[in-house]
């Protein structure tokens, strides 16, 4: 099986001089469900940034689908919709990801950007609405929303593109409990459906219940551990160097227990794939 | 290890010397106000959501039938058919379920603002000669500067009376049914239906963020002032206020700035290109044609009446 994602000797500095990443290699699988964790300015943000081809390295190789990913190929309509509406990027601060008038226009705004028909677009926003519960915010303006509903609509508007690949930065930051629980849940619908999901985190347990895989990102903004959730969450010794775990707490078993395990459902809608998108002539 | 003075309670804290500075300070009321007319202005679409005339209609159909009464309104000359017009507009603000006395002090806050000033010069005889209706003053002789001639005795003529009232009409008419559109109007469909007039669909995108992130930003000030507050036991010197001041406003210049950078990426993130692409949702039906064959009606009696019967 081909890896979603292929990052070589990664190097990455802010202003040429802040260092966020050093030498980060790795490789994700389809389905995968990968989950970054380290503690605040570790690196995990850029991290996704890259994966989701917003900014670009300053050393190393990043490969997408098999594809070197630079910003001259993202800037080809043929390269830019075929790797925007395979990856789906929920920001960490959804006033950031929700920029549209109401809550229609910002679930369309992705479908309409691959140029999907107005029929499809409107049938996966109300799809992807009433999967997320979420119908009746359908005509609200994002300030009027909390800031749970606001996660929901930002996650309302990667899901639909249908993306192969879901990049979540801190995604539980601020929910309520029952919020969180309600999105454990859908990340585990959502793998089921064979989603690959990429979260970045610094909750131990939010890593043990959606991931299969857990990497730790030090303070030097290297990857210090790649294993399972229960290897990498049952070393302590790794977790306090990564300062990522205080040093009295002495036991993290308790993030696997059964009450910690989420539902999964089989409400998970299926959209029909994308179409090919037709390269657009460029304007003058 | 907690140091030992958060360990006891606070001394008594001296009250502050100096002029009392209680309640809240000019900044703080300047946000506070700019706030809720922001609420109210922009954020509010109560009446949007109510039943009524206006809110029946597809917003395309109603932004170009009020822009069409706004351009009548302009073309008019006669007073009373100015003034009808208003009249009018006041019986379209009833039938749209939007409260009269609430529509009328909306408009009537802009009419100083925007042409009293231009209106006062007018009533006088310095600018409008004709016949005297009320004498305010004698200055004992004329005087002529340049082309501009000053009369001995200044007053208030009926040419200059029917020239500000003209005016005045003209104004409360336009901005009555500028301020109906956006009451009756959710500023969502306001935005979509700018599409009849071909508007580019990049620069409707950048309308709705603005609006969006406008709300977004005067929150976040309001932040900064409450925040603030809660840890001020006294003001500082007016230098020193107008130094903090100045300083959030360049944080907050640098937050918009960083907020734009974040924002652009999460656009590329959902395969934006720089082209701004929407889904038509309005669907005129005959109750939207009725509606623009009687403005349409409207237009042309009262233009007819303007040019042929009326005084002017």
């Not at chain 1, 064979?194 to 030097?220: D, M, N, P, W, Y």
């Not at chain 2, 100096?18 to 809720?36: L, M, Q």
């Not at chain 2, 007016?238 to 130094?243: K, L, S, V």
């Amino acid at each position: 099986m081909k890896p979603v994602y292929e990052l070589t000797d990664i190097h990455y500095r802010y202003h040429a001089a802040i260092p966020a990443l050093e030498g980060i290699s790795l490789s994700i699988f389809p389905g995968e469900s990968v989950t970054f964790l380290g503690a605040n300015g570790s690196g995990k943000s850029t991290l996704l940034h890259l994966l989701d081809g917003l900014i670009f390295p300053d050393s190393g190789t990043i490969k997408a689908f098999d594809e070197v990913l630079t910003e001259e190929k993202l800037e080809t309509d043929a390269f830019r919709c075929f790797f925007r509406s395979r990856v789906g990027y929920v920001f960490q601060n959804p006033d950031i990801q929700l920029f549209c008038p109401t809550v229609f226009d910002e679930v369309a705004f992705g479908p309409l950007q691959l140029g999907l028909p107005a029929g499809e677009v409107t049938r996966r926003v109300e799809d992807t609405l009433a999967m997320l519960g979420i119908t009746s915010l359908k005509e609200r303006t994002p300030n009027h929303l909390s800031g749970g509903e606001k996660k929901k609509v930002a996650i309302a508007s990667v899901l639909s593109l249908n993306p192969q690949v879901l990049l979540l930065d801190e995604p539980t930051n601020a929910l309520d409990p029952r919020t969180r629980y309600w999105f454990i849940e859908l990340v585990g619908q959502l793998r089921k459906a064979g989603k690959t999901i990429i979260t970045t985190t610094h909750e131990l347990s939010l890593a043990a219940q959606i991931s299969s895989r857990v990497l730790v990102l030090t303070e030097e903004h290297a990857i210090a551990a790649d294993g399972t959730a229960q290897e990498v969450i049952r070393n302590h010794e790794l977790l306090h160097k990564a300062n990522i775990l205080h040093e009295h707490v002495t036991d993290t078993s308790g993030y696997f227990g059964k009450e910690h395990e989420p539902h999964t459902g089989d409400n998970v809608i299926k959209f029909p794939a994308v179409p090919a998108a037709e390269p657009r002539p460029r304007r003058s | 290890m907690i140091p030992d003075w958060l360990t006891q309670d606070n001394a008594a804290v001296p009250l502050p010397l100096g002029p009392r500075n209680n309640g809240k300070g000019f900044v703080e009321r300047t946000i506070d106000a700019t706030a809720g007319f922001l609420r109210d202005a922009i954020v509010s679409e109560a009446a949007a959501k109510r039943q009524g005339l206006l809110q029946a209609l597809d917003p395309r159909v109603r932004l170009a039938t009020l822009l069409a009464l706004i351009v009548c309104v302009s073309l008019l000359h006669s007073p009373v058919a100015i003034w009808g017009m208003y009249l009018f507009v006041l019986l379209l603000a009833v039938a749209s379920s939007v409260p009269l006395l609430f529509f009328i002090k909306r408009v009537w806050l802009f009419i100083p603002l925007f042409s009293a000033v231009i209106v006062i010069p007018a009533l006088f005889n310095v600018v409008t000669p004709g016949d005297v209706l009320w004498t305010i003053g004698h200055l004992g002789q004329s005087h002529d500067f340049g082309p501009y001639h000053i009369p001995e005795t200044i007053s208030i003529t009926r040419q200059g009376l029917l020239v500000a009232l003209t005016f005045i009409g003209r104004v409360a008419a336009s901005v009555s049914l500028a301020v109906l559109l956006t009451l009756t109007t959710r500023r969502s469909d306001l935005l979509r239906a700018l599409v009849v007039f071909r508007v580019p669909q990049i620069f409707i995108l950048i309308l709705g963020m603005t609006y969006r992130y406008i709300i977004l930003l005067v929150q976040s000030v309001q932040n900064i002032h409450t925040a603030r507050r809660s840890r001020t036991l006294r003001y500082g010197s007016a230098g020193t206020e107008q130094r903090w001041v100045a300083s959030r406003m360049g944080y907050l210049f640098k937050k918009t700035w960083l907020m734009s950078q974040e924002v652009h990426r999460a656009m590329l993130s959902r395969g934006f290109s720089g082209e701004g692409r929407a889904l038509s949702v309005f669907r005129a039906g005959n109750y939207d044609y009725a509606w623009c064959l009687f403005v349409v009606l409207v237009c042309i009696g009262v233009l007819v009446l303007d040019h042929g019967v009326l005084p002017n």
